[in-house]
């Protein structure tokens, strides 16, 4: 069994950065599917997987979006899972959770688990309460080959509030990253990487760098790619060259390749379904020919 | 239609301090109710919210220990809080949610919202992303008359891993504190008291007071006593003397009063029930007695 990390980076060396943000927004699932239901859901979440899937080799579903409607959404979601894991696509649950420890273990069982409920590769974390409140995600991640990705910087306006302040010198992402150097070593896998991933959402390179700086072995999961706004060489601006490639993580899009223009209007599953693909092979070859992945860009 | 922090502080005057943490551990609960699967979740949380009724103000099921069984996990999770809901108990929904906008509205909306799959009358939040993050919640509390608990200061050794840190001059849950003084005043209630409500696990009495001198409206959520260590006087030492009582929020006790002593090996539920509400009633007259909270320790 391969490591979380080793799986991302040959996943990326082979399709490109890409990963597909699966966020079933209120009012935008469209009636094809069944709309904005649990089960409009779950068949609009499969739909996006079988258009992925080959496409990239990550996609990220957000738990939130499922949880709205509340343990059928869940049910939903673990279809996302299973659909993804049977197409061959890593999943990167974004949960952002995190409690201290006995309650850690049940977030980390329902994600990291080798019978997770939520079959994952991945599971993001919150790391406000402390490092002890990561630790039953790091040994199960340990133990099943799995990753743990924590929020370092994340890309809202409001990650000024407290991130991007000064604790005692340095700011308090930087703190953060720091104070995950162990777990980040521990993680380390057979391609050098670790699946200790943190969430980089870089106001912009300079900051890019400085992280990669603090980590030179983390995976970065960048959001922030199409609809949230930033282009690809700001996207791979923490990444990694190594020969005439960067690498180094993920960069997630969600509503640029999930709800393209003209999407939620299309008039069947077929023409729904070219509007989608074009969308993820546009912004896949868009991040490749930045990445210098010729695997890709070549096609 | 009253607001959250009017109804918790009503509770608490009328049936004391204490909030009972409905945290379904791993292999601890009883055969009697079908053991660790969903429905001896369910059964066995609807058996505790039983005994509380009547005897506390208000509930806090640990959502991490149902989510570890997934969907059936989150349904019985539900169930816990319809039984809460119906038996006139608060509902403080420990889920520790937090991300950006549009994915906050989702967490919103499953536990704050009208018609929320998980009937809460408060959800706790992580403050790490920022306080746009927050809004989402704060917006909803606000038109439903519910209730928003902001991690401060946790109670688990690792919060002094970032939280007990100095941020410009102030530990960062201090900061964290001061950024939502406008979030305080906007969700203040008929009792004065605000309905958002901070989780204060003070390492002492000092820093408690320190925690009430920075916010003196909101509620405090006050975890680890019981099982996880302080008395009653420590842990209302950050409560507010009015009068000859001290107000202020409410004191969480979990496997202290759901796994008391020889429970696990209750031969039936009647028996288990009698251990089960006098350990309750145990925590509850001694938090009431350091409380001055004569209306309970009268009975």
Redesign the interface.
């Known amino acids: 069994m391969s490591d979380f990390a080793s799986r991302l980076i040959q996943g990326t060396r082979s399709l490109g950065p890409l990963c597909v943000g699966i966020?079933p927004?209120?009012g935008r699932i469209p009636d094809l599917f069944g709309g904005d239901t649990p089960e409009g859901l779950a068949a609009w979440g499969e739909a996006i997987v079988a258009s992925a899937a080959g496409r990239v080799a990550v996609v990220k579903p957000?738990v939130?979006?499922?949880?709205?409607?509340?343990?059928?959404?869940?049910?939903a979601?673990?279809r996302v899972c299973d659909a993804s894991q049977e197409a061959g696509l890593l999943v990167i649950a974004?949960a952002?959770?995190?409690?201290?420890?006995?309650?850690?273990?049940?977030?980390a069982?329902?994600y990291l688990s080798r019978n997770a409920?939520?079959r994952s590769d991945a599971v993001t974390v919150?790391?406000?309460?402390?490092?002890?409140?990561l630790e039953p995600f790091l040994d199960l991640a340990e133990e099943t080959g799995k990753g743990v990705v924590v929020?370092a910087r994340?890309?809202?306006?409001?990650?000024?509030?407290?991130?991007a302040?000064?604790?005692?010198g340095a700011p308090?992402y930087a703190?953060?990253v720091e104070?995950l150097a162990p777990a980040i070593d521990r993680l380390k896998g057979a391609e050098g990487w670790s699946s200790l991933m943190l969430v980089a959402g870089a106001t912009g390179p300079d900051e890019a760098r400085h992280l990669r700086s603090l980590a030179p072995q983390a995976l970065f999961l960048v959001p922030g790619y199409g609809a949230q706004g930033g282009g690809a060489s700001d996207a791979l601006a923490g990444f990694t060259r190594i020969g005439n490639r960067l690498e180094g993580g993920t960069v997630n899009a969600s509503r640029s390749v999930t709800f393209p223009s003209g999407s939620d209007t299309a008039a069947t599953k077929a023409d729904w379904r070219q509007l989608i693909e074009a969308a993820i092979d546009d912004a896949q070859a868009d991040l490749s020919r930045h990445a210098g992945n010729t695997a890709v860009t070549s096609g």
Do not use: C, W
């Open positions: 966020d927004h209120p957000q939130g979006l499922f949880e709205r409607h509340g343990p059928d959404g869940m049910r979601l673990q974004d952002k959770r995190g409690d201290i420890g006995t309650t850690a273990k049940g977030y069982a329902a409920p939520f919150n790391p406000y309460m402390g490092l002890d409140t929020l994340t890309s809202n306006p409001g990650s000024a509030d407290f991130q302040r000064d604790l005692e308090l703190r953060v104070a």
